[in-house]
């Protein structure tokens, strides 16, 4: 089972070396929490704001010493301490510098601005952000309990699904999912997935047949993220920023290990034998692999399709690509530094406007020397 949790935390993976060093690795953080400040007075800098726009220059680099850090705004600094074990285990908080501190304020004063625009939008994807940015999923799905709108519906559903988070969650269900988005796969295979465990054939054969129908894929990671950072402001402090998006995507990451995952149990190669099963299994492999939003999506087609013999003529995506796209963004050597943050900003805008699968293409060599020369072009 390592191969499918590998998927899952893929994205999450390509995005840890942007992470502030020292951050907590939770993936839900708890709504502005009381931070332990130190004696002295913090050291506070004016806050750089990246422009996001796609050619924008960033502040040249200059060369880092061993034990140092290029920090955005804040020049070469120090690097924090190695955590302890007893930090790790959550025992003795590890001390936090000045310019972590700083950026921690700054995410919490852009997450109260993405609130209010929010809320002010009143839609009701809107309103589902909003509750989720206030960490309170049963408040997310107690809007989309009215929703018509499979996007709210959805990222509730999964918000929900991560945790145990109240009454109005236990209300939302795939079914209701599938009602509103019927040629998405991804919730009918989350509904084959429930038919399994409770050991329902007829409910197996329904999912898997309408899954193997449908005309997409698409569990919607990124779309967090991105909805959110749409609505910042676009002077807002790059640390600040980079520290919110880093928290979102990690929420994200969260919902993503709720992945469907019985497929591979349901087209094994022996319920392959049987001519029916093999041409829905066939179905749904080309479907991820080809029209899915997400890494995870893809990657589950191409491993069913190898897992059922198919050829690379009759996949859209194998495995090698898959992997190849697993490595596409290339990793920072300085994390924090502004060259690395903007690299994060535009990660956070190709995932939301283009998908996870399409967006990862996009930073594979080859895609961003085809990015490169159509954008130099008169």
């Not at 909003?130 to 709108?149: K, W």
């Not at 996870?356 to 008169?378: I, K, N």
């Amino acid at each position: 089972m390592k191969w499918w949790l590998t998927l899952a935390l893929a994205s999450l993976a390509l995005l840890l070396a942007l992470l502030i060093p020292g951050k907590s690795d939770e993936p839900v953080r708890a709504a502005a929490p009381d931070r332990a400040r130190p004696a002295a007075p913090l050291e506070h800098r004016s806050p750089i704001a990246l422009d996001v726009g796609a050619s924008a220059p960033v502040p040249a680099a200059s060369p880092v010493p061993p034990g140092h850090l290029d920090v955005c705004g804040w020049g070469i600094v120090a690097a924090p301490e190695r955590p302890t074990s007893d930090a790790l285990m959550g025992m003795r908080p590890m001390p936090k510098p000045d310019w972590a501190l700083q950026w921690e304020a700054e995410a919490e004063d852009l997450r109260a601005q993405a609130i209010a625009v929010l809320q002010v939008r009143g839609d009701e994807l809107s309103r589902v952000l909003a509750r989720l940015l206030q960490n309170d999923a049963n408040a997310a799905a107690a809007v989309a309990l009215r929703s018509t709108d499979p996007r709210a519906y959805g990222l509730a559903w999964q918000a929900c699904h991560s945790r145990n988070a109240g009454a109005a969650c236990e209300q939302l269900s795939l079914r209701r999912w599938v009602q509103l988005e019927p040629n998405n796969a991804w919730p009918w295979l989350g509904l084959l997935d429930e038919a399994r465990r409770r050991g329902d054939a007829s409910g197996v054969e329904e999912a898997l047949h309408r899954a193997a129908r449908a005309q997409r894929s698409d569990g919607g990671f990124g779309r967090f993220v991105g909805s959110v950072d749409e609505v910042l402001p676009a002077d807002a402090p790059v640390g600040g920023r980079t520290e919110l998006q880093v928290e979102l995507i990690g929420r994200s990451a969260a919902f993503v290990i709720g992945w469907p995952v019985a497929l591979l149990s349901v087209c094994s190669a022996e319920a392959a034998r049987d001519a029916n099963r093999r041409q829905s299994c066939t179905a749904i492999a080309r479907v991820l692999a080809g029209e899915g939003r997400d890494l995870m999506d893809v990657g589950m087609g191409a491993r069913l399709g190898q897992r059922l013999g198919l050829s690379a003529d009759e996949m859209p995506v194998t495995p090698a690509q898959v992997s190849a796209a697993q490595q596409a963004i290339p990793l920072p050597e300085q994390p924090g530094s502004c060259t690395a943050m903007r690299q994060m900003h535009d990660w956070v805008r190709d995932l939301a406007r283009d998908g996870e699968w399409r967006a990862l293409q996009a930073w594979l060599p080859a895609g961003r020397q085809r990015s490169s020369s159509s954008s130099s072009s008169p």
